[in-house]
């Protein structure tokens, strides 16, 4: 089956810049979204079609994708960005079907 | 306001059913296919089921594949999630969410979950 795969833990100081890999077979072919999941919270899309930021995320979640990878950078991260991140896509071979990374713990401090 | 409420969790034995139910409001649910989601206790994600925004299309992880059906009644802005045939693996919070639309699926909004534990 089809895997996303993250790192564990990404640590950085307040208003230093946090960069999340997300690797995958199928991302050259198939957009990346990521989702923010504070303790205790469901999860809020941050970055949609690679690149693309909803309405009311802060400028300074960006996302970028490259071949295999997909990156999501926050830029000045801040200790309300202290969360969970996930990234999401679908297989290639079954766009139907959706995939969420393993996960990455960012900390703030 | 755009909201997604999910009912229906509980405590059920191994090899019971159970059926979740997702009210929607704020939006005309008819309009957008639907997802369920769910998270093992201190786990990740884990995508579930989609169905498409008239009902004529699901899709599934292979993890529940013939064990659960999810459906929908636009007529009373509501999503379901039958889970059949339940596994101690299938404790979880389960959240449902709103298609976001474009090239690719993917959760746009989500609820605030409802949790099954499955145990004896």
């Known amino acids: 089956s089809y895997e996303l795969t993250q790192p564990p833990s990404v640590s950085v100081s307040p208003g230093q810049t946090a960069r999340i890999t997300c690797s995958g077979d199928?991302?050259?072919?198939?957009?990346a979204y990521w989702y923010q999941q504070k303790s205790g919270q469901a999860p809020v899309l941050v970055i949609y079609?690679?690149?693309k930021r909803p309405s009311g995320i802060p400028e300074r979640f960006s996302g970028s994708s490259s071949g295999t990878m997909a990156t999501l950078t926050i830029s000045g991260a801040q200790v309300e960005d202290e969360a969970d991140y996930y990234c999401?896509?679908?297989?290639?071979?079954?766009?139907?079907?959706?995939?969420f990374g393993t996960g990455t713990k960012v900390t703030v401090l | 306001q755009m909201q997604l409420v999910e009912s229906g969790g509980g405590v059920v034995q191994p090899g019971r059913s159970l059926r979740l139910s997702c009210a929607a409001s704020?939006?005309?649910?008819?309009?957008?296919?639907m997802h369920w989601v769910r998270q093992a206790p201190g786990k990740g994600l884990e995508w579930v089921a989609l169905?498409?925004?008239?009902?004529?299309?699901?899709y599934y992880a292979d993890s529940v594949k013939g064990r659960f059906t999810v459906s929908r009644d636009n007529s009373k802005n509501t999503l379901y999630l039958q889970m059949n045939s339940l596994r101690v693996e299938d404790t979880a919070v389960y959240y449902c969410?709103?298609?976001?639309?474009?090239?690719?699926?993917?959760?746009?909004?989500w609820g605030q979950g409802t949790l099954v534990t499955v145990s004896s």
């Open positions: 969410g709103k298609d976001g639309g474009g090239p690719n699926y993917h959760l746009e909004s």
């Open positions: 704020g939006f005309t649910l008819s309009n957008y296919a």
């Open positions: 169905i498409s925004f008239d009902g004529g299309n699901e």
């Open positions: 199928a991302l050259p072919k198939k957009y």
């Open positions: 079609e690679d690149t």
């Open positions: 999401y896509s679908t297989d290639s071979s079954n766009h139907h079907t959706g995939v």
